[in-house]
């Protein structure tokens, strides 16, 4: 990513434990999110200790916004929400258009995008599928002493209800036809196996990392049950 001639690096970890599916990890979408990005850098840290995870090839981008994570900033330097820029015609960023043409050809089996939120409430999810939505109320309910979740926050025509927000596949169409999207709209077109974990930054920052790294486990653990 080149700004004024300055070169930011944005990175992938491939780990190939050659399997036959293969989980995509996204964080830093939004510079000022850094629990997402230190959470990616400890499960690449200790992905090897767990042998369930052998069954995933991974591919994992710890900062897809690296100048907004230099300058905590939400956007990149061109003042673009790289989460609204991606699209199948043309990308206003030049972020979003690396991850688009990267992945062309890779099918994953689940796509995991960690956030954090700057809402005064608790921790939530975005899915897409009843499967997905399933799978994180499980999560939800089995640790109600360890994590609070939102259960009244609005987001467009919806509410979170126990920590979920289920998006349909109407509204996702809806925002496909203003040719704008966000990261995970964009890759349910891949597969529908997709699940943004919001983390909420009013809680320490070890506390936050530790809700991506159990949500993700869970998910890992438990997605093709």
């Not at 960690?114 to 005064?120: F, G, S, V």
């Amino acid at each position: 990513v080149v700004y004024d001639n300055l070169k930011y690096n944005m990175y992938e970890v491939y780990i190939n434990n050659n399997a036959h599916e293969e989980v995509l990890i996204f964080s830093g979408v939004h510079g000022n999110e850094p629990a997402g990005v230190l959470s990616s850098i400890k499960l690449i840290e200790n992905i090897s200790k767990i042998d369930r995870y052998k069954k995933y090839n991974f591919r994992i981008v710890p900062v897809v916004n690296p100048w907004g994570y230099e300058y905590s900033s939400r956007y990149n330097a061109d003042g673009i929400d790289i989460n609204r820029d991606f699209s199948n015609e043309q990308t206003l960023s030049q972020e979003a258009n690396i991850l688009i043409q990267h992945y062309k050809t890779i099918q994953p089996k689940i796509v995991i995008d960690l956030h954090e939120t700057n809402y005064n409430g608790e921790n939530y999810y975005f899915v897409y599928n009843n499967q997905m939505e399933s799978l994180m109320r499980d999560f939800v309910t089995s640790n109600p002493s360890d994590y609070k979740f939102e259960n009244n926050m609005k987001y467009s025509i919806y509410k979170t209800e126990n920590g979920i927000i289920k998006i349909s596949e109407f509204i996702v169409s809806i925002v496909r036809m203003a040719d704008r999207c966000a990261l995970s709209n964009f890759f349910i077109q891949k597969t529908k196996n997709v699940v943004v974990t919001e983390s909420s930054s009013k809680y320490q920052m070890e506390k936050r990392i530790s809700f991506h790294l159990d949500s993700i486990q869970h998910i890992l653990m438990n997605g093709n049950n």
